[in-house]
């Protein structure tokens, strides 16, 4: 992956070479295999690895296919070896696992290639006798893989490095899948994406499947008619607007803003410019008169991605959207559903997951009502919800996220959610805010210390990270949490 100057920031310091010394390694034993299985995530990033690496598997003609879990735990990866596969990839997860990954690649029970962005569990400098040898990871060479790089992007340069002469395609298509990966991983501000998947967008743009702009960063602008894109716009609240229907009406009546065209409702796209621009300046004005904070008002516009090869007017032509659309898939078992949307089935694989998605929409509408109005438990240094088996462990964290800076619910604490995983087990996510992050919250290390000492299992990145954990041990891992994130602030 070449990265020039103007990609880069001066504050992104990316050593690329050793990157790509070690894609190189990775893609050398691959091309070696006789077969590969391909193990990911189960959530967008995931999904986006996966299929980056199955399309470009596919394309230097090496027989593969997909496996994915919600979890790579010891029991996981000893259904992986019993697969009897020669070789497998293990795509946005598997560093955190290298423990238990490696004695069974000591044990010639499969080689293993990781391409992952995750904090690694151990390396050779933790224990010499580690034999795995093909780890293609930003972090080992100083790529932050919480903002910088996601799965779907260490995947994508893996894809680079199984290019080959015979290669009909350079693989520079794949960039797409990878913004969406990243994307979906949070790993995108106002003013974009970052380090290197800036660079990965830049090769997007160049392949021609790539659009970037400056735009309204609320979700939903390709399906959503207008109206209902005002009333769900929870990124920044506005009084008289957000969750209030006749609030916009009003709204879109006042600055002459037609809600309708030929009796179909409009969406964003398919507003003038001029139209555009004068939406968001009532809603910047609307806001800053309701007193809304200044970095809350600045967060209206942004950078935005387009998929130029999708169809206008659907979900896959927005990033956000496409990227909600395959989370909807996998965490209700159907990984299968996403992967083939992700290598271009629009037709049954499609109608399966727009019908997954309404599902995944209800669920976490209710799931949202319900912590609001419960409330979180607030500690001394974070805040909790405990949903049982309310909300499936598979998306609690995502409205987590979406809680924080709700009615009730603070925004400068970090905040943890607990969910039924099974009669025995917790499900932990945690999700932080920015500003806490950039002054020393780091939540994979929280759930790292905090699910070991109560013998379960946790890591993830710094703002957003997950553990498991035995279900009657919720006090005492509060408690260590608590005293971990207060040591850190």
């Known amino acids: ?22 894609a190189t390694a990775c ?11 391909v193990a990911s995530h189960i959530d967008a990033d995931g999904l986006t690895s996966a299929a980056i690496a199955v399309q470009a598997l596919k394309r230097a003609d090496i027989q593969c296919e997909a496996v994915f879990a919600n979890q790579l735990d010891a029991g996981e990866i000893k259904r992986i070896a ?58 080992l060479v100083g790529i932050d893989g919480a903002s910088q790089l996601s799965g779907a992007g260490a995947s994508y340069i893996l894809a680079q490095a199984l290019e080959s002469d015979t290669t009909e395609t350079d693989n520079r298509d794949l960039a ?41 960063l609320i979700y939903g602008r390709q399906t959503r008619p207008l109206p209902k894109l005002l009333e769900y716009a929870n990124d920044v609240q506005i009084p008289g607007i957000t969750n209030n229907e006749s609030g916009v009406a009003a709204f879109l009546d ?93 037709d049954a694989a499609l109608i399966e997951a727009r019908h997954l998605l309404q599902t995944h929409r209800q669920n976490l509408s209710e799931g949202l009502q319900w912590v609001t109005a419960e409330g979180t438990t607030t500690e001394s240094n974070v805040q909790w919800f405990d949903a049982g088996g309310r909300i499936r462990e598979t998306i609690v964290g995502i409205i987590a ?37 950039r002054n020393g919250l780091d939540l994979s290390t929280v759930m790292q210390e905090a699910a070991s000492a109560v013998g379960g299992e946790g890591g993830g990145h710094d703002i957003a990270a997950g553990a498991t954990i035995p279900i009657n041990e919720r006090s005492t891992f509060l408690e260590i949490v608590d005293k971990t994130v207060g040591e850190q602030l």
């Open 254 to 346: 006042d600055i002459d803003i037609p809600i309708r065209s030929d009796g179909e409702w409009r969406r964003w796209i398919d507003l003038t410019m001029d139209e555009r621009q004068t939406v968001v300046s009532g809603l910047l004005n609307r806001a800053i008169a309701s007193g809304v904070p200044a970095e809350q008002v600045n967060d209206l516009v942004g950078t935005t991605y387009t998929l130029t090869a999708e169809a206008p007017g659907t979900e896959l032509r927005d990033v956000s959207e496409f990227s909600t659309l395959l989370n909807a898939t996998a965490r209700y078992n159907r990984a299968d559903v996403g992967l083939a949307v992700c290598l271009g089935n629009r």
């Open 176 to 216: 797409a899948l990878a913004v969406v990966g990243a994307v979906g991983d949070m790993q995108s501000s106002t003013d974009g994406l970052t380090g290197a998947n800036a660079a990965i967008v830049e090769q997007g743009i160049a392949a021609g499947v790539i659009e970037e702009t400056t735009d309204i």
């Open 401 to 437: 996220g979406m809680a924080v800076g709700a009615e009730g619910i603070r925004d400068d604490l970090p905040i943890l959610a607990f969910a039924e995983k099974s009669e025995t087990k917790l499900k932990v996510s945690a999700r932080g805010p920015q500003r806490l992050v």
């Open 1 to 22: 992956m070449t990265v020039s100057a103007d990609t880069v920031s001066e504050s992104d310091t990316i050593p690329v070479p050793e990157l790509e010394q070690k």
């Open 82 to 139: 019993a697969s009897k596969y020669d070789t497998v990839l293990f795509t946005d997860f598997g560093s955190g696992q290298l423990d238990i990954i490696d004695p069974y690649v000591r044990n010639g029970d499969f080689e293993a290639v990781i391409a992952d962005h995750h904090q690694p569990a151990m390396t050779h400098d933790d224990n010499p006798a580690f034999s795995l040898q093909y780890h293609l990871n930003p972090l």
């Open 27 to 37: 893609a050398k034993r691959l091309r070696a295999a006789e077969r590969v299985l």
